[in-house]
Nanobody, 120 residues
Framework: QLHLVQSGGGSVQTGGSLRLSCTAS????????LGWFRQAPGKERVGINM???????SDSEYVRGRLTISRDNAKNTLYLQMDSLKPEDTAMYYC??????????????WGQGSQVTVSS
């Protein structure tokens, strides 16, 4: 059973940077598609980027060039490097792991969430 534990997050001013980590236990992440989702207050959870088993990346136009996903299979960890943060990036961020990228939002494997707050 895969278990995901997130760390990082916090509060920053506009233009600042943060890094989120998502460390897996119980299974190797090598065979999983991994992704980051976020949920802003009063809104639905949406996917922002994902990285396949082979390292292929897809990302939302709203975060491209600013929120960068990466994985370190040796450390069994997924990362989200967040740069040039904007107030509209304020949300609860979740990592996810699934066997397939195309329906990652339906996976049962989620991190516990990390709050990111960006002030103007």
């Amino acid at each position: 059973q895969l278990h995901l534990v997130q760390s990082g997050g916090g509060s920053v001013q506009t233009g600042g940077s943060l890094r989120l980590s998502c460390t897996a236990s119980g299974s190797s992440i090598d065979s999983y598609c991994l992704g980051w989702f976020r949920q802003a207050p009063g809104k639905e959870r949406v996917g922002i980027n994902m990285i396949s088993r082979e390292g292929g990346i897809s990302d939302s136009e709203y975060v491209r060039g600013r929120l960068t996903i990466s994985r370190d299979n040796a450390k069994n960890t997924l990362y989200l490097q967040m740069d040039s943060l904007k107030p509209e990036d304020t949300a609860m961020y979740y990592c996810a792991a699934g066997r397939q990228c195309w329906n990652l939002e339906r996976t049962n494997y989620w991190g516990q969430g990390s709050q990111v707050t960006v002030s103007s």
